[in-house]
């Protein structure tokens, strides 16, 4: 089986997230909402095609910005829908608005959407993917894995041998302290 480690380095897209992002620690809470937008658009497509989209993503959804991503109305939505810069698929889009005021829920309940994940950390996936589905719209057992994994919640995201997950152990991930 290929790993993304065989894959990832020396590309200019997958290179630079595995070697610094993928599978680290994420303390930001919209740096959170970041990764779970591009989970929530790469179901059915490929994670290339989401990384060589990952500027327009930023730039339709106002950097990330819990607040202000929760607060668009139906002008926002035809915007993002005639976006050809993102994915444009409707139930992805509103996922992603509605995604934005369920962690602002998260935030005044727990101080953070980070709060949120250390409170219920640790889980099994199967867990995890019950408790997203109870909280967010498309959020099946792929899209929460992989957000998990990617932030540091779940172990996984690169080989043993892999020289960025020393990197990674380094940095304290969830799923190495539980």
């Not at 497509?45 to 991503?69: E, H, M």
């Not at 995201?157 to 990197?167: E, G, L, M």
């Amino acid at each position: 089986m290929t790993h993304y480690c065989d894959i990832a380095p020396g590309h200019p897209y997958h290179g630079p997230y595995h070697d610094a992002e993928y599978g680290f620690p994420v303390e930001d809470d919209e740096r959170l909402f970041e990764r779970l937008v591009l989970e929530i658009n790469q179901a059915g497509l490929s994670w290339l095609t989401v990384l060589k989209k990952r500027d327009a993503f930023r730039l339709a959804y106002d950097d990330f910005r819990i607040d202000r991503v929760a607060a668009f109305g139906d002008a926002e939505r035809a915007r993002l829908l005639g976006d050809a810069g993102i994915i444009r698929n409707r139930l992805k889009v509103e996922a992603v608005i509605h995604n934005a005021g369920m962690i602002q829920e998260l935030q005044r309940e727990h101080g953070s959407f980070r709060a949120w994940l250390e409170h219920h950390h640790p889980l099994p996936l199967a867990e995890w993917v019950k408790l997203f589905r109870r909280t967010f719209r498309f959020t099946g057992p792929e899209i929460v894995g992989e957000f998990l994994m990617s932030t540091g919640y779940l172990p996984g995201a690169h080989r043993d041998d892999c020289p960025v997950h020393q990197r990674i152990l380094a940095a304290g991930p969830a799923w190495h302290s539980a």
